[in-house]
């Protein structure tokens, strides 16, 4: 398998060229994540005159975990740039309502460009290079219509058919792995998996919040939509793990030692050092109890 290539520019994001949109479009509850509420199209107490954020050097610390965990995509700049042309909420408040509902569709379909543009770099997907052309050029007009145009896309039904394809391309490249693991959609919260060879796992949609993931095999297991909040990658090896993005790693918990996908950046709060025990002295994982967290996978 060939390693994923770097994603263009205009699906990353560029918040110098954004109008704040995710600091005003998208709605938060006081919680563990953030720390206020914060209603859907209100503009977040931090955004400042230049759409810049007051407090982003202190973000985790400030109690907005939340806004460090996100990425557009590239869907920002991409609204605020080219679907309204460059004129910002402030200068035009009459069109607030229709970029603030704009900008979550969009970003929705940037995440699948960024998920189509991996596949297409899969050397054992080259069969379906064809239709992944044509769902990447598809998706790209989808995000390039008007804001009416926009806000008529039924993405469900789009993601259903790009996610089907993206399976394809993953079972394609897991299938050089014997004996790969099936947790599509499991409920591993807390799952003790430290050292756990999941090389070529289906791990899509799998709850791994809180999972020791230390010193884990993630190469070539696909973590499409894997929940990995707060889950221990200190020392694991993701060097071509499937569909992974920095949205899920910046939620994650990792070290120096965590081995990453050249597209991806290392999470500046990850310790410098590496924080896992030499491998001589890691234990295998112990089986999750019948009934435990990990033991039942949820139904899709």
């Not at 479009?25 to 919680?31: D, K, M, Q, R, S």
């Not at 991996?118 to 050397?123: F, H, I, Q, T």
């Not at 200190?234 to 071509?240: E, P």
């Not at 597209?263 to 112990?286: C, F, I, N």
Request: proline share 8%; glycine share 8%; with cysteine.
């Amino acid at each position: 398998m060939t390693e994923p290539t770097p994603a263009p520019i205009s699906l990353l994001s560029d918040c110098g060229s954004c109008f704040g949109l995710c600091c005003v479009a998208l709605p938060f509850a006081a919680g563990a994540d953030f720390a206020v509420d914060k209603a859907a199209g209100t503009p977040c107490r931090n955004l400042q005159t230049d759409f810049g954020c007051g407090i982003h050097a202190q973000l985790r610390d400030r109690g907005f975990q939340g806004c460090t965990v996100y990425d557009c995509f590239g869907a920002g700049q991409r609204v605020s740039q080219v679907t309204f042309g460059g004129r910002s909420w402030r200068e035009a408040p009459e069109d607030t309502r229709r970029m603030t509902d704009v900008f979550p569709v969009v970003r929705q379909l940037h995440e699948l460009l960024w998920y189509l543009t991996e596949a297409l770099s899969y050397e054992p997907a080259r069969p379906l290079r064809a239709e992944l052309r044509r769902a990447l050029a598809e998706t790209d007009r989808l995000a390039a219509g008007t804001p009416a145009e926009i806000l008529a896309v039924d993405v469900p039904a789009h993601r259903q058919e790009v996610s089907e394809l993206l399976l394809k391309a993953s079972e394609l490249v897991r299938a050089a792995v014997p004996r790969r693991k099936e947790h599509r959609g499991a409920d591993l919260f807390g799952a003790r998996l430290r050292g756990a060879d999941l090389r070529g796992a289906n791990l899509r949609g799998a709850l791994l919040v809180a999972a020791d993931l230390s010193g884990a095999d993630l190469r070539t297991a696909d973590l499409i939509g894997a929940d990995l909040r707060d889950a221990n990658l200190a020392g694991a090896d993701l060097t071509d793990a499937l569909f992974l993005t920095q949205a899920q790693l910046n939620a994650a918990r990792g070290d120096a030692a965590t081995k990453l996908p050249p597209a991806l950046a290392r999470p500046t709060h990850w310790p410098a050092t590496a924080t896992t025990p030499a491998a001589a002295d890691r234990r295998p994982p112990r089986k999750p109890r019948p009934g435990s967290p990990g033991s039942r996978p949820r139904r899709r």
